[in-house]
């Protein structure tokens, strides 16, 4: 079993910066690949971000130039640097783990999740 917890969330004004964590236990990161997904009120759960085992990165259109996906493998932890947010990123954003993957950045792929952390951008 696997284990991810988010950290970092938290309000911030429109513009600004936060920068989440995802601490994984029980498992090394290294034969994972890592993904960031979020979920606003009353949407979906969507693809945000992702990382595979080899570094090479993936980002949805709303957070390409925006968000910044990268992992510490030594420290079995993920980050999502994010900035230029606005109030269309609020919502909880969630860590997952696809193992060996990535296969296709999915909701359905991932094989661990993390309860998420809520972002809040006021306007």
């Known amino acids: 079993q696997m284990q991810l917890v988010e950290s970092g969330g938290g309000l911030v004004q429109a513009g600004g910066s936060l920068r989440l964590s995802c601490a994984a236990s029980?498992?090394?990161?290294?034969?994972?690949?890592m993904g960031w997904f979020r979920q606003a009120p009353g949407k979906e759960r969507e693809f945000v971000t992702g990382?595979?085992?080899?570094?090479?990165?993936a980002y949805a259109d709303s957070a390409k130039g925006r968000f910044t996906i990268s992992r510490d493998n030594a420290k079995n932890t993920v980050y999502l640097q994010m900035s230029s947010l606005k109030p269309e990123d609020t919502a909880v954003y969630y860590c997952?783990?696809?193992?060996?993957?990535?296969?296709?950045?999915?909701?359905?792929?991932?094989?661990?999740w993390g309860k998420g952390t809520l972002v809040t951008v006021s306007s």
């Open positions: 997952a783990s696809d193992y060996l993957g990535p296969t296709v950045w999915s909701v359905d792929r991932m094989d661990y």
């Open positions: 029980g498992r090394t990161i290294a034969a994972y690949a």
């Open positions: 990382i595979s085992r080899g570094a090479s990165t």
